[in-house]
């Protein structure tokens, strides 16, 4: 065979293959969104169970969390006590709850979602900090009369080095470890982070300093993540603030920025179900508003758009149009900028005040 001749069956027969072998196409279901109400509420049922589902084998959720408290601090203008539960799953979670000293016995309270970010000594301490937010959140918030209750997730902060390969092991590998061990017994890493928050929220609405109808969640990037989740499976969250992480996973697909999101959060069968619209509509009729820089890598503005669209329509089906917000900030990368947090601030103001 003639060189002329190899090089047109390379170009003709043997390249297509790899290029499909590399972008193997595919379709996450549409969300369905009837007419009626009554139509909706069986949907939105089918959505919820199925996500739960698909977060895997998880331990029963305690029905009373059996918290143990360390220790109290006076900050002057708000108490820090620090405490710790057993999650059921062989891990101490511990964490912060915060109560403004304003006189009052009952607060609106916040649940205050970390980051990731890679810092992985940060964890619950980022309320303390100005780290990658414009003010800090436990002054800021207890001054404006919040109770605040943050925890470290899984190898974050107190927890970093309790993981599968021992206290020598931290960070990344850790993460990876973890997300390994937890596959293996049948369920992700994020669902487990998620069981963990919902435990938390468990104690949080048991306090008797909360006024319990009114409890918010918020966070940026992994927090935002885990403040949507959280709307979405538990109905006695009021109302939410999520920053930077509103990520529909098809165009993070599409445009080849799976690299954009660490190991932990990604669910084993999400995609055969629905994309992100399914979750984030489960929190209708309540109020949540999404903040995101047009430029930031995780969450593809394409992708976004699709998300407003679906989950408008959803409002809208429950005379609750004004409920769902979602702001596009151009030239913006994945920040929280002092916009963002006032906004997050006046929200909170609104919505729980």
Not at 60 to 86: I, N, W
Not at 193 to 202: E, I, K, Q
Not at 253 to 263: P, S, T, V
Not at 308 to 326: G, P
Request: with cysteine; net charge neutral.
């Amino acid at each position: 065979m003639t060189l002329p001749k190899r090089i047109f069956l390379v170009l003709t027969f043997f390249l297509p293959l790899c290029t499909f072998a590399q972008t193997p196409e595919f379709a996450t279901p549409d969300l369905y969104i009837p007419n009626t109400m009554d139509e909706w509420q069986k949907q939105r049922k089918s959505i919820r169970e199925t996500l739960i589902k698909i977060m895997g084998d998880l331990p029963p959720r305690p029905k009373k969390s059996a918290v143990r408290l360390l220790k109290g601090e006076d900050k002057g203008t708000y108490r820090v006590e620090k405490f710790a539960f057993e999650n059921g799953a062989g891990a101490l979670v511990p964490g912060y709850f915060l109560t403004p000293k304003n006189g009052k016995s009952k607060h609106p309270a916040i649940f205050y979602c970390h980051w990731h970010g890679g810092n992985y000594d940060l964890g619950k301490q980022e309320i303390f900090t100005t780290h990658h937010t414009p003010q800090i959140p436990a002054q800021v918030l207890t001054d404006l009369g919040y109770a605040v209750m943050v925890i470290d997730a899984y190898g974050f902060g107190e927890r970093s080095g309790k993981g599968p390969g021992g206290p020598q092991e931290t960070g990344p590998a850790e993460e990876l470890s973890a997300s390994k061990y937890e596959l293996w017994m049948g369920r992700s890493l994020w669902a487990m982070m998620v069981r963990d928050d919902l435990m938390a929220l468990d104690y949080l609405f048991s306090r008797p300093e909360i006024d319990s109808t009114r409890v918010a969640v918020t966070g940026i990037s992994m927090g935002a993540t885990r403040s949507w989740w959280l709307m979405a499976l538990d109905e006695r969250i009021k109302t939410g603030v999520a920053v930077d992480c509103l990520t529909r996973y098809e165009e993070l697909i599409a445009e080849q920025k799976l690299k954009a999101h660490g190991i932990y959060y990604f669910v084993p069968g999400f995609l055969k179900y629905f994309d992100t619209e399914a979750v984030i509509s489960l929190i209708a009729p309540r109020p949540i508003l999404f903040m995101t820089g047009d430029q930031d890598d995780g969450s593809p503005v394409s992708g976004i758009k699709k998300i407003e669209e679906a989950v408008q329509k959803v409002y809208n089906l429950n005379q609750a149009s004004e409920n769902f917000q979602s702001i596009i900030y151009p030239h913006t990368g994945h920040v929280y900028t002092a916009d963002m947090w006032d906004k997050m601030t006046k929200w909170m103001g609104v919505h729980l005040k």
